[in-house]
């Protein structure tokens, strides 16, 4: 259906999903000099001490470690939050070999991928299929990776990307240590690119290894029953018009 290719790519999700060119779309290029400092943002919350992950899988357009998201033992606040969202599961953006892969980039610059951890708000919503298309249901915590030294977590997602059933991750790790953070109001940036997204893009990236990043690579976009073997990279969607939204910090 949708994919990154020329044929199905961004530059077409309009076709099947007209809400691509809407006035809330994500990722955007970020300028640090007109972002708007707000001092009615508070830092934000991130309690993952108690969050049990089921699986990673392989979804056709990147890797996913899904949680138990039946109570409110996983969650972030605070910041531009009014209510706890609750982590559902986060997966990985990336490029191919040594170019860039962040969706967000920085006046200008991508980064070599970008996790996001995606967090839904059970105060106000049944299930994650109903926040995911309101425009308040969501709130996805982007984090830039930049290559470098090994990640030393990351490796219990890169050792593992051939197994299906993995456990006890505390997503906790993937944190770079200070969590200062841009925010505005966005969209899925895959489709069905539902406006149903408050972004918390993290200033500082943590660094992972370029062997780290290659791992990411050994995935496939096809099933085993394909003829053709297309590796997984460049599964990211360009930045989008900012249509006069704010970028908050
Ligand atoms: N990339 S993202 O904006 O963080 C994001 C977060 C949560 C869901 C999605 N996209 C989807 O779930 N798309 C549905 C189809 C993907 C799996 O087949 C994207
Ligand atoms: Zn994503």
């Given at each position: ?39 009615s943002l ?80 059970a105060v ?126």
């Amino acid at each position: 259906r949708w994919g990154y290719g020329k044929e199905d790519g961004p530059s077409v999700w309009y076709k099947n999903y007209p809400v691509a060119e809407g006035s809330r779309q994500s990722p955007i290029d970020i300028v640090p000099n007109e972002a708007s400092r707000d001092r009615s943002l508070d830092p934000i919350i991130i309690n993952y001490d108690q969050c049990t992950s089921i699986n990673i899988s392989n979804n056709g357009h990147s890797v996913v470690v899904e949680f138990n998201d039946s109570d409110d033992r996983s969650v972030i606040k605070g910041g531009p939050l009014d209510n706890p969202y609750r982590l559902k599961q986060f997966h990985f953006h990336w490029g191919g070999k040594g170019c860039e892969g962040s969706e967000h980039t920085v006046s200008g610059t991508g980064f070599a991928s970008e996790l996001h951890l995606v967090h839904w708000n059970a105060v106000k919503y049944k299930t994650f299929g109903e926040a995911s298309t309101a425009p308040d249901g969501l709130a996805v915590l982007g984090i830039f990776l930049e290559t470098g030294d090994d990640h030393r977590w990351l490796h219990m997602i890169t050792d593992v990307l051939y197994m299906v059933k993995y456990k006890g991750f505390n997503p906790k790790c993937l944190l770079p240590s200070r969590l200062h953070y841009w925010t505005y109001l966005g969209s899925l940036t895959t489709p069905p690119l539902h406006e149903s997204v408050i972004w918390i893009v993290l200033k500082e990236p943590i660094e992972v290894s370029e062997k780290q990043l290659g791992m990411f690579r050994m995935l496939l976009f096809t099933g085993e029953e394909d003829d053709q073997r297309l590796r997984m990279e460049n599964n990211f969607r360009p930045p989008q018009p900012l249509k006069g939204r704010i970028v908050r910090e």
